[in-house]
């Protein structure tokens, strides 16, 4: 079965600097999609990137990037000039095969002004 | 903007009692799912469907039970609240394959 580890259940960043959160997965499928997900306080989730695991490059959303590694199952969230506004819980999530999305247990990350 | 709507945002309710919790999209997106989110955050399925009349349990064990007689609309009931409800409750929908879901704003349940 597919599994989804964030080993970071709390990280701090300064305000404008750059903080990256990590994310390794554990699946025997080739295929499948990757997403990162922000929760802030008492609001909506949303999606932040999302990743076709058949696609070497690395994708980016503005502040958002990941660095994908898939022999490593690696996924990690870098997110550049960070603003008080992307203080919030990250969440690290896997599409399998079968339609469904699993996730990880969260990071919550604190912006420092 | 939110294309997905749970209500109420928040509910305290007493033991025994039955509730439901709405959620409706006006997406057209035939697939929705209901997560259960505990005080460390981690979200577990509790629920999903495919379309009409589809309904499908998740990972966890819930005594919820959910219905899908529209397209927009997943409601979740739980027929006799009790303490160990007590839980944040997510509600989203997903276009089809591969593109993420959407999600609502949830429902925070007290049971008391």
């Known amino acids: 079965a597919q599994t989804v580890t964030q080993s970071q259940p709390e990280m701090s960043v300064q305000e404008a600097e750059t903080v990256t959160l990590s994310c390794t997965y554990d699946t025997s499928e080739s295929d499948y999609y990757l997403f990162w997900y922000k929760q802030p306080p008492s609001r909506q989730m949303i999606l932040v990137i999302r990743q076709e695991a058949y696609k070497q490059q690395n994708a980016t959303e503005n502040r958002f990037s990941v660095n994908f590694q898939k022999a490593a199952k690696s996924f990690s969230l870098k997110i550049s000039d960070s603003q008080l506004g992307d203080a919030a819980m990250y969440f690290c999530a896997y599409l399998t095969s079968y339609d469904k999305v699993i996730f990880g247990p969260g990071t919550s990350l604190s912006v420092i002004p | 903007e939110a294309d997905i709507y749970q209500t109420p945002r928040y509910l305290v309710i007493g033991t025994g009692k039955k509730i439901t919790l709405e959620c409706s999209q006006t997406m057209g997106h035939d697939k929705m799912y209901w997560y259960q989110q505990d005080p460390g955050m981690e979200l577990h399925l509790i629920h999903y469907s495919y379309g009409v009349n589809s309904t499908e349990k998740g990972d966890l064990s819930s005594e919820s039970t959910v219905s899908r007689i529209r397209t927009e609309h997943f409601p979740l009931t739980l027929e006799s609240a009790r303490p160990s409800h007590t839980s944040q409750y997510l509600c989203?929908?997903?276009?089809?394959?591969?593109?993420?879901?959407?999600f609502g704003s949830g429902t925070r349940l007290t049971v008391v």
């Open positions: 989203a929908s997903s276009e089809g394959c591969c593109y993420g879901y959407t």
